[in-house]
């Protein structure tokens, strides 16, 4: 059950078990020794948000509705395709672009303002960055323009792409025009 938010309690109020859990126990940061004994006292009564601190690996991690996920760990998305988008799940996460072929990786503006990604071409082929639906400023490399793509045009060199304001972007990194 998700937390029930913020209460304030009165001194003669009469606190209750379900105020307890919802209150209290449901927004607390629960401390285990390890992912075993983290599913032994919470079994299956996950809900999304719970936030959890793992000793073994010193780790904070939140239930995302599906799994337990570092608060610091980064997505990392391998991208073999020749077209990818990027979405809303590779903020703050790695692109591995590993084509032999040429790649385009489309932005668009689906991030919010302080999210990143960077992208690493670890294959053959060149990768191109290009502004997507919504980007509305682009710029990196000295120059600007949705119309402008950069290249990371040796491998195992990267780019880091910002989201620094509505709708604009900047590529930093060791691109070219």
Not at 9 to 17: C, D, G, Q, S
Not at 67 to 90: H, K, M, P, S, W
Not at 136 to 160: H, L, R
Request: no cysteine; glycine share 10%.
């Amino acid at each position: 059950m998700p937390g029930l938010g913020r209460r304030t309690f009165i001194a003669t109020e009469v606190l209750t078990a379900a105020n307890v859990n919802g209150y209290l126990m449901d927004q607390a940061v629960m401390v285990f020794a390890g992912t075993a004994a983290r599913s032994s006292a919470i079994g299956t009564a996950l809900s999304e948000g719970m936030v959890t601190y793992r000793s073994d690996f010193n780790v904070l991690e939140v239930y995302d509705g599906a799994n337990f996920v570092g608060v610091n760990e980064r997505a990392i998305t391998n991208a073999t395709v020749a077209a990818y988008t990027a979405t809303l799940a590779n903020a703050n996460g790695l692109i591995v672009a590993s084509s032999t072929a040429a790649q385009t990786i489309t932005v668009p503006d689906v991030f919010e303002i302080g999210q990143s990604f960077e992208v690493i071409r670890d294959g053959a082929g060149t990768v191109s960055l290009a502004a997507g639906s919504g980007a509305t400023s682009w710029a990196g490399a000295g120059t600007a323009g949705t119309a402008v793509t950069f290249k990371i045009d040796q491998q195992y060199n990267g780019a880091q792409v910002f989201k620094v304001a509505a709708n604009a972007y900047r590529v930093i990194g060791k691109i070219t025009v």
